[in-house]
C-alpha cells in the first residue's frame, strides 16, 4: 500500500522560512517523480514544484509564483522529498500535498496523494 | 498557460441521477487529462486519467470522455458517498493546471 506522510508545516511569519517532508513507503520510490500540489483554503489546486526520478535526471520544475524562494529535493536512499521553503509570503498559506506522479519523468497526473501539511503564514 | 474552465461550479442531483460534469481547456491537450475526487476534509483522489482510461479500484459508475479541448466526466447511478468536489487536470504542458471544481451535493 502507498503511504505519504507530510510533516513540516506550522505557522510562520512572513519572510520565514519552513521545511516540508515527505515520508513515502509502498513503492519503488527511485523509479517514480514526486511531486508537491497545495490547496489554499476554499481553494483549488495547484502544482507548487516536482522532481523526476534519477533516470530523468532529477530535473525539476517549479511554479512561477515560488520559483527563487522554495527548493524541491529528494533523498532516495530514505524514500524522502522535501520543498524547503524561504522567503514565505501571506499567499504561501494553504495545505501542502506529497504526491506521486504516475512515473519518473515529468507530465504527468497524480496517482496518489498524501493527507496534507498545513502551512499558515501570519504576522 | 493552458487554462482548464469546468462547469457547474456546483451541482444537485438526486440519488440513482446521472450526472456530467465538463471541462474546457484553452487549448488541445490531446487527452492528457484526468479527473480527481475530493471528499469534503480529505485529499483528492485520482478517477480518470488519459481522459478515459479508470484507475484501478475506482467503481464503473465513472467514466470520462472527450478530446481535443472538451472534455467530461460522467457519475451513473449517483450513490450518496459520490458526495465531493471534482477537479480536472491537463498535464499536456507546463505549467500543469487545475480546472476550479465542481461542487457535487445530494438533492
Known sequence: EVQLVESGGGLVQPKGSLKLSCAASGFDFNSYGMSWVRQAPGKGLDLVADISSKSY???TYYADSVKDRFTISRDDSQSMVYLQMDNLKTED???YYCTVPNYGGPYNWFAYWGQGTLVTVSS | DIRMTQSPASLSASLGETVNIECLASEDIYSDLAWYQQ???KSPQLLIYNANSLQNGVPSRFSGSGSGTQYSLKINSLQSEDVATY????YNNYPLTFGSGTKLEIK
Open chain 1, 57 to 59: 535526471n532529477y530535473a
Open chain 1, 93 to 95: 498559506t494553504a495545505l
Open chain 2, 39 to 41: 471528499k469534503p476534509g
Open chain 2, 87 to 90: 477537479f480536472c487536470q491537463q
